[in-house]
């Protein structure tokens, strides 16, 4: 079992940051391909970013290209998610989550554990 329990959500106007983090405990971490996915009301959950156990490769979501990046600190069993530009469309609830799957996984399916989510609200 892996726990993750997410960090850092919160309120920002737009144009603004936040850096979310992800706190890991449990099996070892560092084998696992991270994600980080968010929800917006009504809608389903989306892959945002991911990174690969080794943090060699990462993989961006065409919406947050050029203004998020995933990070991790397997050392500190902490993953994170820094977010620059952020826009209204970026609210949600941002999830991470630990895969045991080879290499960039960007299915939803393919997580393993997720962590309960913390709220990302960008005001105009």
């Known amino acids: 079992q892996v726990q993750l329990v997410e960090s850092g959500g919160g309120l920002v106007q737009a144009g603004g940051s936040l850096r979310l983090s992800c706190a890991a405990s449990g099996r070892t971490f560092s084998r696992y391909t991270m994600g980080w996915f968010r929800q917006a009301p009504g809608k389903e959950r989306e892959f945002v970013a991911t990174i690969t156990w080794g943090a060699g490769s990462t993989y961006y979501a065409d919406s947050v290209k050029g203004r998020f990046t995933i990070s991790r600190d397997n050392a500190k069993n902490t993953g994170y998610l820094q977010m620059n530009s952020l826009k209204p469309e970026d609210t949600a609830v941002y999830y991470c989550?630990?895969?045991?799957?080879?290499?960039?996984?960007?299915?939803?399916?393919?997580?393993?554990?997720w962590g309960q989510g913390t709220q990302v609200t960008v005001s105009s």
């Open positions: 989550a630990a895969s045991a799957g080879l290499g960039i996984v960007r299915d939803v399916r393919e997580y393993n554990y």
